[in-house]
C-alpha cells in the first residue's frame, strides 16, 4: 500500500518521490508506505488552504458550517470500525482502545458542529453616541503537528474545533501513525468539506513538520508532542508572529488518600498508566498513596499488575506494543541500574505467549518508593511504568504532586469533601480529577497545563477562543 498526500480535496504524491515505510508496532513488519513530504508540498497544501480560506468556505452562514460539521460526524460514525483497525494497526494499540479513539473523533465533530452557531461576539456600552461590539474572525490558515499516540483523537479536537471556527487547515501527521488521518481527510471530502479545506501532507518531523512551522503563510499553530520539539516549533512561530498552543505531556500524579473507596481506584489507577501502553500525555505516570495504607494498596496494585497481559494489538489485551523500536528503547532505558539506586520492582506484566518476536513489547511495571527527585518520578517516560511513592500529611501530598516541571493532569482520591476543593484548589495542573481520572474522554473539558506542559487549552469551548482572532468595532452615530 503507497500512501498519498491529501491536498485540495485530492492524493497527490510528494514532490520528490520520496517515500517512508509505515511499520506495523506488533510485529516489526513494514506493511505501507507514506509520502515523504518536503517544503515544497507543505507550500502546496498551505497554498490551497489558504485559496480555500477566502472561497465560499468563508461565507457559509454558522448554520451551514454546523450542519456540514455534522455531516463530517455522521460519515466518520459509519466509518468506525473500518478507522479504529486502521488505528490499531498502525499505532498498535488494542483495538479496543482505537474504537475508542474512533468514537471519540466522531464527538469532537459533533461538539463542535454544535459550538459553531453559539460562538458570539459581545456588546460593550460606551454611552448614547458610541455602539460597539466584537466580532470572532476565523485566524485563516492553521497549522496542526500531531503526535502518533492518538491520532484520531488529537486530529479530532484540534481540526475539529479549527474548522468550527472557520478556519482552514493543514495537518502534518506523526511519520510512526499517519494512516488513519489520511483516511478520515477522504471521508469528510465525501461529507462533503470543500476542497483545500483540510489538508494533510505526511513526512518526517524535521523535514514536513518543520516547514509547517516555519511557513509565513499560517495563522495558528496547534502542536502536540514532546517539549524539545514543542520548544523549536515555538521558536519557528515566534519568527513570524504565529500564535501557538502547545500540549507537551505531562508526569500526572494519582494522589490516594486512606480515606479513598480503594475499591474504585484501583483499577482506575490501573488503566491511567496502561491504557496505550502508557503512551498517553495523560498517563497517571505517578501514584502517590498515605501511609497508613501504602503498603495495603501497592499489595493490591501488585497482584492487579501481574495479572495484565501483554501482546499483539490483535489480540486485544491489557497492553500493547509501544510504537517503534527507538520508544521501547527510551522506556528500557528508564529501567536499567534500579539496583544501585535501591528502587524495587513490585510488579511486573507478562507477555503473551503469541506475542510475534518482532513486536515493540513492553510489559507494565510498578517500582516502589521511588525518592521524589529520582529521574523516574521526575521525567516522563511514556511507557507503562507506574511509579509508587508514600505520603504522609495532605500539605507533603500538595508538595510532591506539584513537585515536577510539569502540571498538565491530577488525580485525588478521598471522600473528604473538603479536602477534595483543598486539593483540586492547590494542585498545579490543567484538570483536576476527583474520584475519577479523565472523566470517561472529557471532549467537553479543557485541557492542557502550564510550564513543561505546554501553553494554552484545547478541547471544550475554550479551545475556540485561541482559534479566532477577536475584532472590536466602535461606531460613532448621531444621538437622535
Ligand atoms: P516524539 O518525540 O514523541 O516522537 P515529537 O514531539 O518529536 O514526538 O513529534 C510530534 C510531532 O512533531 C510529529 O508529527 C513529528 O513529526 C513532529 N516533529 C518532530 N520534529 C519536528 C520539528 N523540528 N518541527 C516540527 N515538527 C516536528
Redesign the pocket.
Known sequence: MECRNWIDGQQLGAEGGGLLPVIDPSTGETFARLAQSSEVDIDWAVQAARRASQGPWSRLSAAQRSQLLLRCARTLADAREELARLESRDTGKPLRQAQSDAAAIVRYFEFYAGAVDKLHGQTIPLGWEMTAFTLREPLGVTAH?????YPLQIFGRSVAASLAAGNTCVV?????ASLSLLRVAELLHEAGLPAGVLNICT????E???????HTDINHIS????????R??AL?AAQNFVPVTLE?GGKSPQIVFSDADLDAALPVVVNAIVQNAGQTCSAGSRVLIQRAIYGDFTERLAEAFKALLTGAASDNLDCGPL?SA??QARVRSYLENLDQDGIVVLAKGKLDSKAPAGGFYQVPVLLDHVPVNHRLAQEEI?GPVLVAQPFGTEQEAIDMANGTPYSLVAGVWTRDGARQVRMARQLRAGQVFVNNYGAAGGVELPFGGTGQSGIGREKGFEALYALTSLKTVALRHAAS
Open positions: 503537528i500531531i503526535p502518533w499516540n502534518k501527521p506523526a511519520e510512526d513526512g518526517l518531523g524535521k514536513a513538520g518543520q516547514a509547517l512551522a516555519a502542536f502536540t508532542g514532546s517539549p524539545d520539539t514543542g523549536q516549533v519557528q507537551l510504537i527507538q520508544q511514556f
